[in-house]
């Protein structure tokens, strides 16, 4: 499963729209979304895009909230799948979704951990490629599958905003 925003990724990462040293940070903004069951901190309001993926056998629709600044391109990627992974798989799926990641950022995975997100199984990983790095969580709450994502222009670059996303993460339901 990939969140489908990697070209918009590449696309803002090349024109340079994330590079830049010593910018400010963005003012933080309250977000709720409803159709995906959570709440959290964002730079600025994310902009929502919805796509529908059609693995075999059936059709989900992926939606991903992103927010933008000149530092950092953070967000969240949601679907919800008829079932819950059975537990023997869970790993494979969350190893399965950072892969997909690497490829959609046309980047490879430097790191990756095996976490917990309030109990449920998770992985974090770091992604990178020449010119810029990515932070991604990834992890199942029952049917549903979420991927926190944070990229900066450059390796060594903070990720305060996809940080304070990470630490104001909640569900809603």
């Known amino acids: 499963m990939t969140r489908g925003t990697g070209a918009f990724v590449a696309f803002a990462l090349a024109a340079g729209v994330l590079a830049g040293c010593g910018r400010a940070k963005p003012a933080a903004v309250p977000f709720s979304a409803k159709d ?10 994310p902009k929502r895009l919805v796509k529908t993926a059609t693995p075999p056998g059936a059709s989900v629709d992926v939606i991903t909230y992103q927010a933008v600044t000149n530092g950092e391109d953070i967000g969240v990627v949601f679907t ?10 869970v790993q494979k799926a969350l190893d399965a ?34 010119g810029a790095s990515f ?16 990229g900066t222009s450059k390796p060594e670059d903070p990720h305060p905003n996809y940080d304070r996303m990470l630490q104001t993460f909640q569900w809603t339901s």
Do not use: C, K, M
Request: proline share 4%; hydrophobic share 45%.
């Open 97 to 130: 979704a950072i892969d997909a990641e690497a490829a959609d950022f046309s980047g490879s995975v430097s790191s990756r951990v095996t976490a917990t997100v309030a109990g449920h199984p998770a992985q974090d990983a770091v992604i990178s490629r020449s």
């Open 36 to 45: 995906a069951e959570f709440r959290a901190v964002f730079p600025v309001t």
């Open 80 to 89: 919800r799948s008829a079932t819950a992974p059975a537990a023997g798989d």
């Open 135 to 150: 932070r991604s969580r990834a992890f199942f709450r029952d049917n549903r599958f979420y991927v926190l994502f944070g």
